[in-house]
């Protein structure tokens, strides 16, 4: 069992963290605008002053925080881990960023003597609490294998896609088709509940076909349960496609749907929901067309 630095207890971070307590390992984190959950404290989690003394305690460092320079301000601002890392130390971000930022964040891991691992996840706060994520491993075959065992912890499914900076690409990948789908469903019932059917049905015959997704089963559901409580934030999800939208331009490639998606997400935004699931692009949808699925 390691001792292990956890840093980012938010809706994925939280139960992340409380399944490595279970299975045994130790859990030492920062408190970050909130106080640490009392079910990580109930299960022997404590604190450290900051990122460098969570290092100082640490074998393995995990961060889950919402974005590139959260990351960077974590790794390398003041007080930061790379200032309390010992040699060997294996650091792990899972959180979803930008992949060449990544790799200069890998390299000066790497150059202060640990072992660096993007392994971005996708599965939402259900697959968090489930331990069912999957999860995308940018990393040296050595990084691989040593960050595996914990990572099997939280996960399902874990691929080690190549070197460092491939998780972060694949988790891109990954935002893309989870909002072109999230917008496709929610189109799909929008037209279904204009033409007067039951979208409840619709859904159901719907499973049953090629139209079948999880997608459609899950945020399916929560379009016409109109529950939009956050399992992921429509503002992160604007953050991973703003990722999708800057790199295509780097690559010189058009991505129309990628940016279309974007603009209905941040039609959300502009109606005050920033935090709802990012199933509520169908509230953007429905704006246009004066209309509420199931009314």
Known sequence: MSKIGFIGLGIMGRPMAGHLLDAGHE?????????????LADKGATVAANPKAVAEQAEV???MVPDTPDVEQVLFGEEGVIEGLKPGTLVIDMSSIAPVPTREFAQRIVDAGGEYVDAPVSGGEGGAINAALTIMVGATDKGFERAKPILEVMGKTITHIGGHGDGQTCKVANQIVVALTIEAVAEGLLFAS?????????????????????IL???GERMINRTFDPGFKVKLHQKDLNLALEGARSLDLALPGTANAQQLFQACAAHG?????HAGILRALEQLANHEVGR
């Open 27 to 39: 859990i030492v984190t920062v408190e970050h605008r909130k106080p640490l959950p009392q079910e």
């Open 217 to 219: 089963d899950v945020h």
């Open 273 to 277: 929901g920033g935090d709802w699931d």
């Open 61 to 63: 460092i995990i961060t």
């Open 194 to 214: 204009k033409a007067g059917a039951d979208v409840a049905k619709v859904r159901e015959s719907l499973l049953g076909g090629l139209a079948q997704s999880k």
